[in-house]
């Protein structure tokens, strides 16, 4: 220390001594700035580069003052500040620019505009033929008929069927529901005598598809034993020989005041290799995939008095700026974008893509792709499915132990009820609107490796059966309708997927950074 002491104080007498050589003065305040500087700094270069500047000047001054001597200093940092982001950018190699990009869309609805009454017919038949087969794909449900066939079973003998559930009413002891397939129809009764029958029978929603073992006690009643769903089969997770990353995330809500834009800049200058330590930067250097489950942007007029809470109020200028933001991305990075409910698009599911209308900047980056919603992707071999969660509201409504409080702890046991039910949206009619396709695009078909929605701003993970299950948060602070749900966003949290095996890595870009 004492050493370190000495040397500054020679570096000083040094300094001093060629300003006088060089035949200039120093002030007084001068004098004093340089003393505050000797441990920090190298007064003697400080100087050195002073002198060199006044010499080179046409007017030559007879005093040094602290000003040219502050101005030297500011000059010096900003040129190695430079010369530090520079020397970043050069040793940032980022593996996933020299990987190809490996995308493929599943099929796609096409969107008829013109509805008619034979459509519903047509929808809800698809549904249930389809998710009978899925059914039917399990041993435990092989021996189920049709409902006509079990009608005409003796009294009280045991029968299986599936149906679609056209009527609900639930009393303190007992749920009676009506049961539809393509010929008949049956009331089914759930007692509490039963309790698991009858707590799985409090969470089917109305028009969902189930399967009911059960007693045929009178010519139109059967009382359940039991109710099934599809549910998906195990799918062990797949191994793959990967090296890129694939980071999720949704409802950024650009436009509105709560977008933690600051937190949002800081992940992209991160992407890019500008922030975070050597282990960070190596795995934002194999980031192939940038996902973007929906509601890009806060919209207008979504929920009352929203407009108190926009930044921006023209949905133009909302997209304008998203994709101001967006195009910060290394452009080797493919970036997917699907619409949630505060996007500028048709909000019945299946949701077109957000159109060109409004959001033509995006049109014109060439790395992204404007999907619909729901869609299944398919990223170097990885099924994706990508649904934004309107339909969570209605699962948290249902479930007993989910509730907007408790969504950190419970948020992916919601979205594991849709992969049980592979269906993304049962109810026709409700809180989420559907528009009645010919064909029922909200089906889980196949397991997907990685089920990935948004919409409820609360991160979660779970594996189910070897089904990644992710909720990406949110960028946008608490706002006053979610203040009075008691719910509590999880903002600027990035979970980061390794397309190999499946590993989840939450990155956090909050605190300081807001
Ligand atoms: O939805 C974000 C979350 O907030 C989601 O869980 C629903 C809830 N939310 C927000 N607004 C409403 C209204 N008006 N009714 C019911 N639930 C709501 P987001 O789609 O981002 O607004
Ligand atoms: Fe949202
Ligand atoms: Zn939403």
Redesign the pocket.
């Known amino acids: 220390m004492e050493k370190q002491d000495s040397i500054s104080t020679q570096k000083l007498e040094q300094a001093l001594s060629l300003i006088i050589s060089s035949g200039y003065q120093l002030d007084n305040d001068a004098f004093i700035f340089l003393k505050t500087l000797i441990k920090t700094q190298d007064v003697k270069k400080i100087v050195e580069d002073t002198l060199k500047k006044v010499v080179a000047s046409p007017e030559k001054p007879v005093f040094i003052t602290k000003e040219i001597l502050n101005k030297t200093l500011e000059e010096r940092q900003s040129e190695r500040e430079t010369q530090f982001s520079e020397s970043v950018v050069k040793t940032f190699r980022p593996l996933a620019k020299d990987v190809d990009s490996k995308i493929e869309i599943k099929e796609y609805p096409t969107i008829s505009s013109d509805k008619k009454v034979s459509d519903f017919i047509h929808y809800f038949q698809d549904r249930f033929t389809r998710i009978r087969t899925l059914f039917k794909q399990r041993l435990d449900v092989r021996d189920a008929v049709p409902i006509n066939e079990a009608l005409k079973t003796a009294s009280n003998a045991s029968v299986k069927i599936i149906g679609i559930v056209t009527d609900i009413r639930e009393r303190k002891t007992n749920i009676f529901m009506r049961l539809e397939d393509f010929e008949s129809s049956v009331t089914i009764l759930f007692s509490t005598r039963e309790r698991t029958v009858f707590q799985k029978a409090q969470r089917v929603f109305l028009d969902q598809i189930i399967c009911v073992q059960g007693k045929r006690i009178r010519n139109d009643l059967i009382v359940a034993t039991d109710l099934i769903h599809p549910d998906i089969p195990e799918n062990p997770l797949k191994k793959i020989d990967n090296t890129v990353y694939a980071a999720l995330t949704s409802?950024l809500?650009i436009g509105s005041k709560k977008f933690f834009e600051k937190s949002f800049n800081y992940f992209i200058r991160w992407l890019k290799g500008q922030e975070g330590n050597h282990r960070q930067k190596e795995i934002a250097g194999k980031i192939k995939y940038l996902v973007i489950c929906?509601?890009v942007v806060?919209g207008i007029g979504?929920?009352?008095n929203q407009e108190n809470e926009l930044e921006i109020k023209d949905i133009y200028k909302q997209y304008e700026k998203a994709s101001s933001i967006l195009q910060n991305i290394p452009d080797y990075i493919e970036i997917i974008i699907i619409p949630?409910?505060?996007d500028a698009t048709r909000q019945a599911l299946p949701q077109p893509p957000i159109p060109k209308k409004y959001a033509e900047p995006f049109y014109m980056l060439e790395n992204v792709k404007m999907l619909g919603n729901p869609v299944n992707v398919t990223l170097h071999d990885i099924n994706f499915l990508l649904y934004?969660?309107?339909s969570?509201?209605d699962v948290?409504r249902v479930l007993p132990n989910v509730s907007?409080r408790s969504?950190k702890k419970n948020i992916s046991i919601a979205m594991r009820y849709l992969l049980k039910i592979r269906h993304l949206a049962p109810t026709y009619g409700g809180?989420t609107p559907i528009a009645p396709e010919p064909k029922d695009f909200l089906i889980i078909d196949t397991p997907p490796n990685v089920f990935h929605c948004?919409?409820?701003?609360?991160a979660g993970y779970e594996i189910y059966r070897g089904t990644l299950i992710v909720n990406s948060g949110?960028w946008?602070g608490q706002?006053e309708?979610?203040r009075k749900?008691d719910?509590q966003?999880t903002p600027a949290i990035i979970p980061i997927i390794n397309l190999s095996n499946l590993n989840i890595m939450p990155m956090t870009f909050t605190s300081t950074f807001q």
């Open positions: 409802d809500h929906g509601d806060d979504i929920y009352p949630g409910n505060h934004h969660g309107r969570l509201d948290i907007y969504l809180k948004g919409h409820v701003h609360v949110t946008q706002t309708f979610q749900m719910l966003p």
